[in-house]
């Protein structure tokens, strides 16, 4: 099947992030499916852009393993300073995209399929498909625009009416939508989306990767040659450094943690960071210590010689209906994990008993689901196996592509 995937936040690679899409492309190129890309040229939490797209408005690139070629568009540098330079992130998207897409992809192609967010992505998946004469899949990754409304990140009445009917728009258009969460299932029903025209492949567990990385690896030499205290009680959190993560609650915790030997690391990119380091150094904490993105292959090495995995978003309404996609990384290298996300997320960890909630923003309760585990390390390595044995049999990114291209498959035998 010839496949043209649109995703603006595809990593490059060896890039730290969410790799869900590089890893789900790659399974299908192996399989012997025609997988291309559009994608945009900065990445989603630095918004840095590479030297070698300087100058350029489109850049094609191959991936070797499995041949997948990437073409790549202009994304404005904006993208990270505002959130008006923000939006115009995603429409220069848009417009390179649409450009990339009609003069850089003229293959014949089965299927599109976009993810989002960003939700505007959908304009070029839906033109596209228009001039391709080839129907599209909407993936929803995240509840937008009402996670950007929550967080306060949008607050302009004109761009989320504008939002909001375009977001009925492209629901209406697309001939089958995928959402990661069955709250999300639940949120577009409420929207008058076809229950029948909705699946779900969820965020998943990379076993193949987790199996080369542990096999052989040395927990207490990593911390040594990475300089973390062998004797200390790590917690690591493993992904964006944003408004919606609101990580500043981390460092709430660990001041209230000095006289123990925990220590946090904090992994990652995004627009809060420097803040963050900046907080950190005026309350003088030794015990929190920060890592730039690394590939996943090295965030499963710290992962691995940690005691506790950690996710964190912000209390807000629109964020219980999310699985945060590390809480799977943190699952497949069997580490317990302490959920600092209500609903569905909440729901998972109790219902694998792979780790215990506290509530978001809660110092107090987070502070004492630390020390707990603190006086109860016997509990650490029940809880990562429950949660590895969990994602084994609910989660595995093998078995979640496949799957997925099944849907995929009888899609375009329906629309054939």
């Known amino acids: ?18 790799s869900r899409w590089n890893e789900m492309a790659r399974m299908w190129a192996l399989d012997g499916h025609e997988v291309t890309i559009l994608a945009g040229m900065v990445h989603y939490t630095t918004g840095v852009k590479s030297e070698r797209y300087n100058g350029k408005y489109v850049f094609v690139d191959r991936y070797p393993e499995g041949n997948i070629r990437v073409i790549r568009s202009h994304v404005s540098e ?26 850089f992809a003229r293959e014949k192609f089965d299927i599109i399929i976009v993810t989002s967010p960003p939700l505007f992505v959908g304009i070029t998946a839906y033109v596209l498909s228009k001039l391709k004469r080839v129907p599209f899949v909407f993936e929803v990754r995240d509840l937008w625009p009402e996670s950007a409304i929550d967080t306060g990140v949008v607050k302009s ?4 009416k504008m939002a909001y009917w375009f977001e009925s728009f492209i629901y209406k258009k697309a001939v089958l939508m995928n959402v990661l969460t069955p709250a999300f299932r639940e949120a577009l029903i409420k929207k008058a989306v076809p229950d029948k025209k909705i699946i779900l492949i969820p965020n998943a567990a990379d076993f193949e990767l987790v199996n080369k990385v542990s096999k052989d690896f040395d927990p207490i030499a990593f911390r040594i040659d990475h300089s973390i205290s062998k004797d200390a009680f790590v917690i690591t959190y493993v992904g964006a450094h944003g408004v919606a993560n609101h990580l500043v609650q981390l460092i709430d915790v660990a001041e209230r943690l000095v006289d123990t030997n925990v220590q946090f690391l904090l992994i990652g990119e995004g627009m809060e960071k420097n803040m963050l380091k900046e907080e950190v150094d005026k309350r003088n904490l030794q015990n929190i210590k920060f890592i730039d993105a690394v590939p996943k292959k090295e965030v499963f090495k710290y992962i691995l010689a940690s005691d506790l995995g950690v996710s964190a978003l912000k209390k807000v309404e ?10 799977f990384d943190y699952m497949a290298c069997k580490k317990p994990i302490l959920m600092l996300i209500d609903g569905v997320s909440r729901e998972l960890v109790e219902k694998s008993n792979c780790g215990m909630y506290a509530e978001p923003e809660n110092i107090n309760e987070i502070v004492s689901k630390v020390k707990f585990y603190l006086e109860n390390k016997y509990i650490l390595n029940k809880q990562g196996l429950n949660g590895y044995l969990y994602a084994k049999d609910n989660f595995d990114r093998s078995v979640l592509s496949n799957k997925y291209l099944s849907e995929l498959i009888k899609m375009v035998e329906l629309n054939g």
């Open 318 to 327: 629109t964020f219980k209906t999310v699985f945060s996609n590390k809480t």
């Open 157 to 160: 009445k004109v761009v989320i």
């Open 1 to 18: 099947m010839r496949i043209l995937l649109i995703h603006q936040y595809f990593l490059e690679q060896n890039d730290g992030g969410g």
């Open 78 to 103: 904006s993208y990270n300073t505002s959130f008006i330079g923000r939006l115009w992130g995603y429409f220069s998207f848009v417009f390179s995209s649409l450009y990339a897409g009609i003069f």
